[in-house]
């Protein structure tokens, strides 16, 4: 199938890093995950575009959610930073990133989570910022707890951040979740266990890096993500 | 040098306070308002319900489109694109257990092999229990162009009504969304 007029092209060999639908141990993908087979389509005008956020769509304090209220949250101030780039290791630039998270004490503000772990009302845990020219980005924020779940009895989700990122087109968009170094949780966890090979399960844990560490405040970690996307091919090459 | 992409995970259950905030507080960056007053096209609403694999509608998913102008023109063709507000790109949770979006009809758009595309809007569907989205596409009943439609003609014929939005009153369609189960939405690979 020839795809005219695009610069990009996505490989499909990429997409095995991600997760299958049907990850039984996850419970809720049994009745969530389609049964029926997938069709795949041509990359055309539809996938190969998708929509921009410019920097005004992000405010000042977006990226600090330390500073997002009155005072202070209470937990453990950590930094998040990293870079964004494509398979190439070309930057991802001017891309919208948006996170969200449970406060310190493994709660997340969201009305249905009822964990009995008290809320701070210093702390909502969303946040936003765009990278930059080298596709580099930052949060400031507090560590998040780990919290119970009922996936199975004695189910616990290892320490995590939701990121969202758009990239430059529809296929790019990913969601996905960051974990922490050393997180004894982790190798229990069904969500991160349904990625099938080990390095991509690996590329999801942060790395604490103590060059990104602000002494007497906060430590840092690097996180970095690797959207779709190869090098330029011609116009006329099979885009399948 | 392949680096091997980051690999997908489930937007799980609280998503909606960052992405979705209008009812939080936390100022939306987008919502279900697409249309705006100088976009090219007929003002449509287009209105559904997602179903789990027991028939259950799903309160807890999130629906991202995606979409051409009246024109055909996607936001990214900006500054050559006929109108400068239009973005194309609308969110809406599903907590009330439907979504709606007031857009507007999107034109025809260039697809494979010089061929034209019907009108059609991109979906794409993110939830607990989703470890990647699934992504689907709105077409419109009473399309002419959708017997050539390059991508709904790779779909099997028996499933292709999935993908039809019917038009309940003037300018309003319903697109349901089934997860699993005999009318099982098609979804896509690329």
């Excluded at chain 1, 229990?188 to 399960?201: G, H, Q, T, V, W």
């Excluded at chain 2, 024109?71 to 969110?91: E, I, L, M, T």
Aim: hydrophobic share 35%.
């Amino acid at each position: 199938m020839k795809v005219t007029g695009m610069d990009t092209a996505y490989d499909l060999e990429s997409l095995p890093a991600h997760p299958p639908y049907l990850a039984p141990d996850y419970r809720s993908t049994r009745l969530r995950a389609p049964l029926k087979p997938l069709v795949i389509i041509p990359h055309t005008l539809s996938e190969l575009t998708g929509p921009v956020f410019g920097h005004d769509s992000v405010r000042e304090h977006d990226a600090d959610m330390t500073r997002q209220h009155a005072g202070e949250p209470l937990g453990e101030r950590i930094i998040v930073t990293g870079r964004i780039t494509d398979e190439d290791g070309r930057p991802v630039r001017n891309s919208l990133i948006e996170v969200w998270q449970a406060n310190a004490a493994g709660r997340y503000i969201h009305e249905r989570d009822q964990h009995p772990a008290p809320l701070d009302p210093n702390f909502t845990g969303a946040g936003r910022t765009m990278t930059d020219d080298e596709g580099r980005y930052r949060f400031v924020s507090i560590k998040p707890g780990a919290y119970p779940w009922r996936n199975h009895p004695n189910a616990w989700r290892p320490a995590h951040i939701h990121f969202s990122l758009f990239g430059p087109s529809f296929l790019t968009r990913l969601v996905t979740q960051m974990y922490f170094p050393g997180d004894p949780l982790m190798p229990l966890d069904p969500i991160m266990n349904s990625i099938p090979d080990e390095k991509a399960r690996a590329r999801l844990i942060s790395e604490f890096d103590i060059e990104t560490t602000v002494p007497e405040w906060a430590l840092g970690y690097k996180f970095d993500i690797v959207l779709r996307g190869r090098a330029a091919k011609p116009f006329e090459e099979d885009a399948r | 040098m392949s680096r091997g992409i980051t690999a997908s995970q489930t937007v799980g259950p609280f998503f909606a306070y960052a992405l979705t905030p209008e009812p939080d507080g936390f100022t939306p960056l987008v919502g279900n308002l697409l249309r705006t007053p100088d976009a090219e096209g007929s003002a449509i609403r287009i209105e559904g319900r997602v179903f789990d694999g027991v028939g259950d509608p799903v309160p807890d998913a999130m629906i991202e489109i995606w979409q051409a102008d009246g024109a055909g023109v996607y936001a990214r063709d900006f500054p050559s694109g006929s109108n400068h507000k239009f973005r194309g790109f609308g969110r809406c949770e599903t907590k009330l257990g439907v979504f709606a979006f007031e857009t507007v009809m999107p034109g025809s758009t260039g697809g494979p092999d010089g061929s034209i595309q019907a009108p059609h809007v991109n979906v794409g569907l993110f939830a607990r229990g989703l470890l990647k989205p699934l992504f689907t596409r709105v077409y419109f009943e009473d399309e002419p162009l959708n017997v050539k439609d390059a991508i709904l003609n790779l779909v099997p014929e028996e499933r292709r009504n999935t993908l039809i939005a019917k038009q309940v009153s003037p300018g309003a369609y319903a697109f349901d969304i089934y997860m699993q189960g005999p009318n099982e939405t098609v979804f896509f690979e690329a």
